[in-house]
């Protein structure tokens, strides 16, 4: 006589363990889900660095006219705003793969501190875009003095 197992046979192994196979069944479902969809990932890119002074944002936007990139300070955040225009083959040319960004993006970043609006500077070199923020006068920090007696 046959009988049926509602188990296969790694179940009734002796070191089974049921948040093992949870872990084998989330590790092949986000297998299938990297697999059908990209990661998304924050665009563009960047590095941020702050000082007693001002605080460093730099973005990764190669390809942009600097015309296009629109920076806004509200407060203590940052908004960067973009956008890259699809380019166009030429008669009798197809793309084979298509892997840069294009359209708009915007990335937000908020600073630990207010910052002087009159005093932000940004430049673009080589497809890196700085953003320079310096510190709102009433949020540096002040040495004091410590008198002797």
Same mark, same amino acid.
């Given at each position: 006589?046959?009988?049926?197992?509602?188990?296969?046979?790694t179940?009734?192994?002796? *070191?089974?363990?049921?948040? #093992?196979?949870?872990?084998?069944?989330?590790a092949?479902?986000?297998?299938?889900? *990297?697999?059908?969809?990209?990661?998304?990932?924050?665009?563009?890119?960047?590095?941020?660095?702050?000082?007693?002074?001002?605080?460093?944002?730099?973005?990764?936007?190669?390809?942009?006219?600097?015309?296009?990139?629109d920076?806004?300070?509200?407060? *203590?955040?940052?908004?960067l705003?973009?956008?890259?225009?699809?380019?166009?083959p030429k008669?009798?040319?197809t793309?084979?793969?298509?892997?840069?960004?294009v359209?708009?993006?915007?990335?937000?970043?908020?600073?630990?501190?207010?910052?002087?609006?009159?005093?932000? #500077?940004?430049?673009?070199?080589?497809?890196i875009?700085?953003?320079?923020?310096?510190?709102?006068?009433?949020?540096?920090?002040?040495?004091?003095?410590?008198?002797a007696?």
């Amino acid at each position: 006589m046959l009988t049926r197992t509602m188990f296969p046979a790694t179940y009734r192994a002796r *070191n089974w363990s049921p948040f #093992e196979e949870l872990r084998q069944i989330q590790a092949e479902m986000d297998r299938l889900f *990297n697999q059908s969809f990209p990661r998304m990932v924050d665009y563009p890119p960047i590095n941020i660095w702050s000082n007693d002074e001002e605080v460093v944002i730099q973005a990764e936007v190669p390809g942009y006219n600097p015309a296009d990139i629109d920076i806004s300070v509200v407060q *203590n955040t940052l908004t960067l705003r973009g956008e890259r225009k699809p380019e166009q083959p030429k008669d009798g040319e197809t793309y084979h793969r298509r892997e840069r960004h294009v359209g708009p993006f915007v990335r937000t970043v908020e600073v630990p501190f207010e910052v002087d609006s009159d005093k932000i #500077e940004a430049e673009y070199a080589a497809g890196i875009l700085t953003v320079r923020l310096p510190r709102a006068e009433a949020h540096k920090p002040k040495k004091i003095a410590v008198k002797a007696s």
